[in-house]
């Protein structure tokens, strides 16, 4: 949906409620076993012209459910909607479906107070809570704008998502906001992204403090003693919306990883924007001419094998961006752990390195078991040194591994493994089926797969 089509539609929803008698419509909302759904979002969806794709600014009305799955939308102005319930990315429709094509469209005439609109939340509109097989702080938020008037009324979700997500984890969890601005959940301790999926045009996130420690848009580090995340919305006015230029650089590259030919993107976080691409140039910065104001997730295409990798969050608002740094900490596998190494690595390009242990085992990221080393190994045809970094996945403590393999800076060390099928100084130590990889001619204790 274009800038302009947004706003006109934004304006005449007001000047509709504001100008016409309008009406209710008013229902019950129930779990797939039959319970009732309390404290649930229920919205009006206008129905738009075919070809015209609805998002959260084409929400007329919203409420929240009772205890008893009560619902009334009020203040309707006479027209065709869809009335939907649950999380604003995957919403149930009325009469309880999952997409707009099996929607039953009420219409709504001035006055008119529909009743009976009951419906059953399919399971994909509920936010899935954090698994609880691994031990949970309860965390509770709070999410307030920066001058203190009310949150937009739309279905708003906070996306959690880890820095070093375990094998078997989903990449990110969307908890539901309720009507006064709160959530909770229990969250396994780790370091996470947060961010708000949802905003309509004009919000963007502006700063997250977790406890009494303000983070910018950085992460939050969850530990055993609970602390409440804090999430501070920038608005600006409709009418006074202006495109941003934003410069940017990649740093911190590591000599192993190339990335020429990737492309940067800012994925908004607002709902039915379209993503915007650039491409990195060979000395790493890139340029965005006009970047509407909001939260965008920075992401950097084909990072992972086939896979694009979210880096981090910015925030665009009241011309506050000039430059934009994405680090890569000098990390050989940036986006790891997240899935895609699969496709990275080549299991048919088996090679064997010799060369000198640079820099000791480390993991990735603290809770996660990928790891990596580094080690020059010399071209003797062409003459040169080259470093190189070898990853591979192991509960095992690095220094464990180390002690166990005879593995000291400064030694020798030959490894056995697959190669990149980009063409980098990379490598794993795996275990594909059939594949023999080892580490001074010793295999590494308790791998697994990537």
Known sequence: MSLYRTVSLVLLGLALMQSQETGTASGTLRNPDGSARSGFRVAAMVVLSEGVQNDAT??????????????????????????????????TYYPGVLDTSTAQIISVAARAELTGLDFVVMTASIPIPFPTSRPGTPVSGR?????????????????????????GEPQFRGLAIRANGEFNSLIPEGEYRVWISGLPLGYSLKSISYGRTPLGLGPITVGPQPEEVLL???????????TVKVDGRVANVASELELHGRKVRLVSEGAGRPTLETE????????????????????????????????????????????????????????????????LFDSNNRIILRGVLTQPIVRIATSAPAQFFRMDVRDEAAGLTVPWAIMLTSKTPPQDIMNSLGMVVGDTVVVTGSATNDATHRLIVDI????????????????SLP
């Open 143 to 167: 999410v307030i704008t920066d001058d203190g008037s009310p949150l937009p009324s739309v279905p708003l979700v906070v996306n959690v998502s880890s820095t070093a997500r375990p094998a």
């Open 280 to 343: 990195l140039m060979p000395d790493h910065t890139f340029t965005f001419e006009k970047v509407p104001p909001e939260t965008y997730r920075t992401v950097i295409t084909h990072l992972a094998g086939d896979l694009d990798v979210t880096l981090s969050t910015i925030s665009v608002y009241d011309n506050n961006v000039q430059r934009v740094t994405i680090d890569l900490n000098n990390n050989p596998f940036p986006g790891y752990p997240g899935g895609g190494y699969s496709s």
């Open 232 to 242: 501070r919305l920038a608005i600006i006015p409709l009418g006074s919306i202006q």
């Open 58 to 91: 084409s929400l007329i009305s919203l409420t929240e459910t009772d205890k008893d799955g009560r619902f009334r939308l009020e203040k309707i102005p006479p027209g065709r909607y869809y009335i939907i319930a649950g999380a604003v990315l995957s919403p």
């Open 432 to 447: 594909f089926p059939g594949k023999t990889s080892t580490i001074n001619g010793r295999e590494v204790p308790n791998l």
